[in-house]
C-alpha cells in the first residue's frame, strides 16, 4: 500500500496505520526534532506533540508533494512553537560589529559529519541553534525567519553570524585539545 | 547560398553583453522560491540524518489518539484473560465437583460443628446398620474433618421432629440441610455405640467442656458436605448408607487405581510449606521491534521498511535477534486451601537483544543488556495431587524492576568499525501476567523436581521497557522444590 493509502487509513482513524506511519517517519522526524533541541528527553517531546499535530490534521494533506517534507514542517513549527512559547528563549539583537565576527567557513561545515555537525549545534544557545537550522539547513530565507519567530530581519542575520562564530571557537577549540592530545 | 544577414552583425555586438543586477532583483525572486524544505547549504548532509526515539514517544502519543482504536486491541487480552479464568475456574470446579474429590475435600478441611442439648432425641439408625458405616469411616484414614459434638447426645430416637432437629447446629452447612443433619446424627450415635476399644481410639478427641459435657472430635466421618448429594432425608433413609458407602469407595479405589498417576498412595491432604528454586527460560527468536512491526498487512507486506515506502536511509532496525531471557529465583509457596497454593518469589532475570540499522552509508548494530530483579505472585491449582506426583496449573503476575542496563552501538561503513556505550535509551521496569501448566515429582518426602511450561503477556508499567517490542512469550520453567 502506498502513502496515499496510509493517509486515508490514518485520516479514518486507523490505529494500525497511525503506528505505521510512526514507524516510518519517527526517526526521520526524531533526527528534525534533534537538531531544534538540546537533550533527546526535548526532541522526544517535540516529536510526540508533532505526531499529534500530524494525526490531527492528517485530513488536510493534500498529497501534493512528500509526505514525508510536509511531516517535517510541522515538526519544525511545533518546535518554533516551544521556542516562542518559552519566554526564557527570547533572542537578543547583536550589535552590528556581531556581522564582523570570525564566522567558520561553509567548507569547514560542510565536511563535517551530521553527528559531528549535530553534537555542536546542540551546544549552541537555543536562539542561535534554531536561526542557524532555519537559515542553514531548511534553506528558510532571514525575512521568513524573522516572521516565523517575531523577530526583526536584523536580529535573525546577527543571531545566524554569531553561531556560526561560536561554532568557528568550538572547533577552533576542539583543534587545540586534538593537538594537544597528539 | 543564403546570404547572412545584416542583422547577423547586431546580434554579435551583443553576444557578450551584459546587464549588471543588484542584490535588491535576487531577493525579490528568492522570496518567491518556497523555501524551508531543507535546501539550506547543510540541507543534505541532514536529509539522512535519523534518531530512534524511545518506545515511550510512540506511547505518549497512543495515549492522545481515539481510545477507541486501543481499547480495541487490549480488550482482546482481557476478553481472552476473563476465558482463561473462566474455563481454569469451570475446570476446577469439576474437578472438585466429582464424587471422589468431595469425599477428599471434605476429609481435608471442613469442620463443622454440631451441639445438642442434653435430653434432645435425634434421629438414629438402627445399630445393625451402623457397624459397616463404621468400617467405612475408618478408611478415610486421611481425614481432617472434624465434628464436635456433646457426650450426652440421647440413645437413638427414630421419631424426628422439625423442633428435634432444632437444637442441631451445623456451621459448615447450610440451614435445613436434612441429609447432612441426619448424617452427622448417625454418626454421632455411631461412636456411641463403638466398644469399648474403639472409643479409646477417640480418646485424644475428646474434650471437657467448660459446661460439663465431653466434646468428642471425631477425624474419620464422610459425607458431611452438602454437595456431596448422598440420598438420606430422613432418619429411616439414613441406614442405607451402611450399603452405599463402601460402594463409593469401592468405585473411588477402582478409578484411583486405574487412573495412569496412580502410586500406591493416597491423594496429598495435608498443607505444606515448599521452596522451589530453580530456572526460566522464554524462548527467544528473532522479531521485529516496535519500530518495524509490520503487522498491519494491508499497508505493507514487507518487513523491510525500505521496500515499502522507499526510505532506503530509514533507521528502522532490520532485524532484531531475542537471546534467550534467563531467570534465576527463589519462591515461598503455601498450600492454603485445598488443592490450591499461593506463592511469591524472588529472582534475577537477565535478558537481551541484537538490532540491526542500516543507514545510507553505515549499518550499526545495538545490543541492549537489561538485568531485573523480578517479583512474581502466583497461585497454583493441583488437578492431580498425589503425595509424590502433582500435575498443576498455574497463573500469577510478575513485576521486574530495572536494576541494570548496557546499551552498546556499535557503526560500520565496511572499512571502519566504532564501538561506543549509550545511556540515553534505559528501559523501565516492566511486568507481566502469566499462566502455565506444570508437574512436579518428589524423590522423597522433601526433595523433588519441577518442570512448567507458561505463557507471559509482558506490560508496561513504567513507560518504555525490554519487552515493549515483544510482548508474549512462551517458556518454561524448570527447578529443584523442598517441601517442610
Known sequence: MDENALVEACVEGNYRAQKRLYQLYAPQMMGVCMRYSSCVADAEDILQDGFIKIYQHIDSYTGQGALGGWMRRIMINTALQRFRENKNMQLVRMDDTDLHLREVSDDVLSKMAADELMAKLQQLPIGFRTVFNLYAIEGFKHHEIASQLGISVGTSKSQYSRSRAILREMIEEENKLSERAI | ?484
Open chain 2, 1 to 484: 547560398m543564403k546570404e547572412p544577414s545584416e542583422n547577423s552583425d547586431l546580434n554579435k555586438k551583443f553576444e557578450n553583453f551584459a546587464y549588471p543586477v543588484d542584490d535588491t532583483n535576487w531577493d525579490a525572486i528568492s522570496m518567491r522560491i518556497p523555501s524551508g524544505k531543507g535546501v539550506g547549504f547543510l540541507g543534505e548532509k541532514f536529509s539522512t540524518y535519523t534518531v530512534s526515539p524511545s518506545a515511550g514517544v510512540w506511547r505518549g502519543i497512543e495515549a492522545s489518539l481515539q481510545p477507541g482504536a486501543r481499547r480495541r486491541i487490549a480488550a482482546w487480552w482481557w476478553y481472552g484473560a476473563a476465558a482463561a479464568v473462566f474455563l481454569f475456574g469451570y475446570l476446577a470446579f469439576m474437578q472438585i465437583d466429582t464424587p471422589e474429590n468431595q469425599m477428599q475435600i471434605v476429609h481435608k478441611e471442613t469442620e463443622t460443628s454440631m451441639e445438642s442439648k442434653s435430653g434432645v432425641g435425634t434421629a438414629m439408625p438402627d445399630s445393625g446398620s451402623i457397624a459397616p458405616k463404621n468400617n467405612n469411616t475408618e478408611s478415610n484414614s486421611a481425614s481432617a474433618e472434624a465434628i464436635t459434638i456433646t457426650s450426652t447426645v440421647s440413645k437413638a430416637s427414630t421419631n424426628k421432629t422439625e423442633n428435634e432437629k432444632g437444637p442441631i447446629k451445623s456451621e459448615s452447612s447450610h440451614p435445613g440441610n436434612i441429609a447432612q443433619t441426619d448424617h452427622i446424627t448417625w454418626v454421632a450415635e455411631d461412636v456411641r455405640d463403638f466398644p469399648n476399644t474403639e472409643k479409646e481410639s477417640f480418646a485424644g478427641n475428646i474434650s471437657k467442656m467448660s459446661g460439663g459435657t465431653d466434646r468428642i472430635i471425631l477425624r474419620q466421618i464422610a459425607g458431611v458436605f452438602p454437595g456431596l448429594h448422598l440420598p438420606i432425608h430422613t432418619a429411616e433413609l439414613a441406614g442405607e448408607m451402611s450399603t452405599l458407602h463402601p460402594m463409593i469407595e469401592l468405585a473411588d479405589n477402582k478409578k484411583q487405581k486405574s487412573s495412569p498417576f496412580y502410586d500406591g498412595t493416597e491423594t496429598s491432604s495435608v498443607n505444606q510449606v515448599s521452596i522451589l528454586a530453580g530456572s526460566q527460560l522464554a524462548f527467544a527468536g528473532n522479531g521485529e521491534m516496535d519500530m518495524a512491526e509490520s503487522s498491519y498487512s494491508g499497508i505493507s507486506t514487507s518487513l523491510n521498511p525500505s521496500e515499502g515506502l522507499g526510505l532506503s536511509n530509514s533507521s528502522i532496525p532490520v532485524s532484531v535477534n531475542y537471546s534467550t531471557p534467563v531467570y534465576y529465583g527463589v519462591n515461598g509457596e503455601i498450600k492454603f486451601w485445598k488443592r490450591f497454593s499461593g506463592g511469591l518469589g524472588l529472582g534475577y532475570l537477565h535478558m537481551q537483544t541484537t538490532a540491526n540499522f542500516r543507514y545510507a552509508l553505515q549499518s550499526e548494530v545495538r545490543e541492549t543488556e537489561s538485568k531485573y530483579l523480578s517479583i512474581p505472585v502466583y497461585i497454583k491449582f493441583n488437578f492431580v495431587d498425589k503425595p509424590k506426583y502433582t500435575a498443576y496449573g498455574t497463573a500469577g503476575n510478575s513485576i521486574d524492576f530495572l536494576i541494570w542496563q548496557k546499551t552498546t552501538e556499535t557503526y560500520s561503513d565496511g572499512q571502519n568499525t566504532e564501538i561506543r556505550s549509550v545511556n540515553n535509551d534505559v528501559k523501565g521496569n516492566q511486568a507481566n501476567i502469566y499462566a502455565g501448566i506444570g508437574t512436579s515429582f518428589k524423590f522423597t518426602n522433601h526433595i523433588g523436581i519441577f518442570a512448567e511450561g507458561s505463557l507471559m503477556q509482558y506490560y508496561s508499567i513504567t513507560g518504555t521497557n525490554f519487552y515493549s517490542q515483544k510482548t508474549l512469550w512462551p517458556g518454561m520453567r524448570f527447578g529443584v522444590l523442598v517441601s517442610f
